[in-house]
T-cell receptor, first 113, second 112 residues
Framework: DAGVTQSPTHLIKTRGQQVTLRCSPK?????VSWYQQALGQGPQFIFQ???????QRGNFPDRFSGHQFPNYSSELNVNALLLGDSALYLC????????????FGSGTQLSVL | SQQGEEDPQALSIQEGENATMNCSYK?????LQWYRQNSGRGLVHLIL?????REKHSGRLRVTLDTSKKSSSLLITASRAADTASYFC????????????FGQGTTLQVKP
């Protein structure tokens, strides 16, 4: 049983570019959340997707957008990249929306130069 | 913004010793969870304690929760070198289930 998978593992972009990160949830899970973790900090909630809709959103600008597909996989898109967007982006899945334990992928390390 | 603060920020102990990490938070919670992260990669869920529980055990882990003080502690007994990692508490607010708010973490080093 595969866990949460994320791709790519590492990514280098330049300021102003756009990036798409991908996530496949653990088998049997239908809810996907995205977190941003800056170096030395705890993860910060970006948004959560359930039934192909954004259900909750953290304090992130509209440059951050997402999508969930019918097979429950998800994408995180970031437009007009800033240097401050450099971080580890973590995807987490859960079988329910209600705040029980999350299963995390290994993350995508994004560097913006 | 971060919900909680963790103390200490860093902890270094010898194998076999116990490690205690503390977490404080600000709002009413539905539950509090602890996660471990190795080398800046994915987080692994360790234990969940609900707001109506005061103590919970899982193997060598013991978690306490004091809702009156808005604080929790994680005790790892008989530590091993493999316990070296960063540990994060995360809360689920009473009025906003579905998202976890993480603290800044405690980095634990267990020396063999």
């Amino acid at each position: 049983d595969a866990g949460v998978t994320q791709s790519p593992t590492h990514l280098i972009k330049t300021r102003g570019q756009q990036v798409t990160l991908r996530c496949s949830p653990k088998s049997g899970h239908d809810t996907v959340s995205w977190y941003q973790q800056a170096l030395g900090q705890g993860p910060q909630f970006i948004f959560q997707y359930y039934e192909e809709e954004e259900r909750q959103r953290g304090n992130f600008p509209d440059r951050f957008s997402g999508h969930q597909f019918p097979n429950y996989s998800s994408e995180l898109n970031v437009n007009a990249l800033l240097l401050g967007d450099s971080a580890l982006y973590l995807c987490a899945s859960s079988p329910v929306r209600g705040g029980e334990k999350l299963f995390f992928g290994s993350g995508t390390q994004l560097s913006v130069l | 913004s971060q919900q909680g603060e963790e103390d200490p920020q860093a902890l270094s102990i010898q194998e076999g010793e116990n490690a205690t990490m503390n977490c404080s938070y600000k709002t009413s919670i539905n539950n509090l969870q602890w996660y471990r992260q190795n080398s800046g990669r994915g987080l692994v869920h360790l234990i969940l304690i609900r707001s109506n529980e005061r103590e919970k055990h899982s193997g060598r882990l013991r978690v306490t929760l004091d809702t009156s003080k808005k604080s929790s502690s994680l005790l790892i007994t008989a530590s091993r070198a493999a316990d070296t990692a960063s540990y994060f508490c995360a809360t689920v607010s009473s009025g906003n289930t579905g998202k976890l708010i993480f603290g800044q973490g405690t980095t634990l080093q267990v020396k063999p």
